[in-house]
């Protein structure tokens, strides 16, 4: 046996000992156990809750008494249903005093209910007098019940759990549970001989199976024959799919132009690839000089590539719109987002307002502060008269 059963307490529950009899073989006069020198202890068996075609062990402990003159020629120990011989050991040796010995018996049954057996033995003493020994034992035979059934948990990176239960009395051995695909096998996994009411589980990959039905089959035998439980299961698609943002945004203005540089960021688990950034003409918006686009390539999932536009502005827009084109899981995807101006033409970046440059000017919007021109033509005033003071000090 294998599995749970394979592992039931060596000693099972011990059967009722009713009583010691004697009886007559072959017209000699048999006599008591206790005349006889030899009784049965006790019987167990095992398993202690056998099932139809289950193979049943009932170990009987014969002994000699410590008190008997001689040993006792064990010839035959036998279990008995009604009068049929259902197991048997023959020629077991000679038990002398105070001896004892196990004799295991081997049997099935074909129909469940209660079985009244007998242990008999029989045996010889040394001056020849022929001795026979009964003891009772009843053992309760359940129906067959082959009950087994799989269940999933829950489905976590790129995995699932299998569960298999045994809900009958039967042991499963040669386990195994084949995951496939429209009747194409994907992944097969291995378990350990279940006993009754046990369960095992194994976990299968399912980083290739997203938004397929997965069938699991459990075969698993019992008593030789081949049984199977199977189960279907959807498996979700645990994946974001690549999505292209425009990320720390920075603004130059020159000569009614703004570039426009920043971060193009993916913000999904999956890979986008061909990334292209155009800037899209309005009224008041026009591809600049000298890049209106700007092609990235590949963008691995959550990482990010920088990027370089151009836009002509006339008039007071409020926004750059930026046209961004990917691929990504094999489908091109576009969209438009709009980088904000103020309404001198420029984004407002983090540190202040921004102050129109003038026309020429190649400051950043970012870059080192300016000063008024009153206060510019205050000290260029300043530094004239000082010069000319110079001048004069120097002439004297």
Sequence with gaps: MTGGRGVRPAIAATVTLLAVTSVLVGGISAVSAQSGQIVVNSTTV???????????????????????SGGVDLREVTLRSGGVIVAEANNLGTLGP?????????????????????VHVSGRQENGNVVNVEYPVIVNVDRRDVRAGLSVGDQTNDTIEVELTNYGNTDLSEVEIVASVNDSEVARKYTADLGPDVNRSVVFDTADLSDQVVQFTATY?????????????????????????LTSIETTRSAGTVTIQGDAANVGNTDASSVLLTVKETANVSHGSPSGGYFVGRVEA???????????LSGEPTSVPIEVSY???????????????DASGTAPVAGGPQSDQGPGSNESSSGGSQLPLPIIGGVLVIVVVGGVGIYRWRQH
């Design 327 to 341: 691929i990504v899981d094999g489908d091109r995807v576009t969209t438009t987002q709009q980088v904000p101006l």
């Design 98 to 118: 105070g001896g004892s010995v196990d004799v295991p018996l081997s049997t099935t049954f074909a129909s469940a209910g209660e079985k009244q057996l007998r």
């Design 302 to 312: 959550s990482e990010f590539a920088t990027f370089d536009v151009t836009a002509q």
């Design 221 to 245: 035998v019992v008593d030789g024959e081949t049984y199977t439980s199977s189960l279907s299961e959807e498996i979700d698609d645990e994946s974001v799919p690549g999505e292209i943002q």
């Design 46 to 68: 095992e398993p202690d809750d056998p099932y139809v075609g289950e193979s049943v062990t009932v170990r009987a402990t014969v002994s000699n008494f410590e008190s008997s």
